[in-house]
């Protein structure tokens, strides 16, 4: 059983909904990340939050807003979403940014109808 | 020119065998070097990573490096239906971001 969880595990959401997914990591480990993962495309990642602040938003559309009230939760809110932003999100977190062992949660099957 | 690179794959090998797995990058930066396994459906697991060039043996896997080369390997021996899975390369330059491969698919056939 991973040290990472994210709920929900499937979520289907129409373009004008608004939802939530939520990770919660139990490593106590300090940097949290959200990543997209498409068919057939690598990793990418989204967000990276350290020590509860943001360090890295990569270029990522508004209508996915993270949030992170502290080093064990992190959230990815969602509205207005896209049939392209269908995908698996992966929450991850390491020992300290900077640390190269990330560990990853089961992920939210997403799909924006 | 991508930041990482993995032959798609699939990879089929026959039970027993040595999968041989690789993957390059284009920082030359790049300090250290993971590979990740991803079963259908599941998110990735760590399985091994390197820092320094040359070999590094866990169980039935070993990593090799070769930072001229720009060029990591994972070679799994005595392979069984139980390592049938995407295998994901990933580098980190030291800061907080991993840049990953898409992966090679490996399927062991009993």
């Known amino acids: 059983e991973t040290g990472v969880t994210q709920t929900p595990r499937h979520l289907v959401m129409g373009m004008t909904n608004k939802k939530s997914l939520k990770c919660e990591q139990h490593l106590g480990h300090n940097a949290m990340y959200w990543y997209k993962q498409s068919a057939k495309k690598p990793l990418e990642l989204m967000f990276v939050y350290n020590f509860k602040e943001q360090t890295e938003n990569n270029s990522v559309p508004s209508r996915f807003s993270p949030e992170c009230p502290n080093s064990s939760h992190l959230f990815l809110h969602l509205h207005t979403l896209q049939p392209e932003d269908s995908a698996l999100y992966l929450c991850?977190?390491?020992?300290?940014?900077?640390?190269?062992?990330?560990?990853f949660g089961p992920g939210t099957r997403l799909t924006v109808l | 020119q991508k930041e990482v690179e993995q032959n798609s794959g699939p990879l089929s090998v026959p039970e027993g065998a040595i999968a041989s797995l690789n993957c390059t990058y284009s920082?030359?930066?790049?300090?250290?070097f993971f590979w990740y396994r991803q079963y259908s459906g599941k998110s990735p697991e760590l399985i091994m990573f390197?820092?320094?060039?040359g070999d590094k043996e866990d169980g039935r896997f070993t990593a090799q490096l070769n930072k001229a080369s720009q060029y990591v390997s994972l070679l799994i021996r005595d392979s069984q239906p139980s390592d049938s899975a995407t295998y994901l390369c990933?580098?980190?330059?030291?800061?907080?971001?991993?840049?990953f491969g898409a992966g090679t698919t490996v399927t062991v056939r009993a």
């Open positions: 991850a977190s390491s020992q300290e940014s900077g640390s190269n062992e990330q560990f």
């Open positions: 990933a580098v980190n330059k030291n800061d907080y971001k991993l840049s």
């Open positions: 920082d030359r930066g790049s300090q250290s």
């Open positions: 390197i820092y320094s060039n």
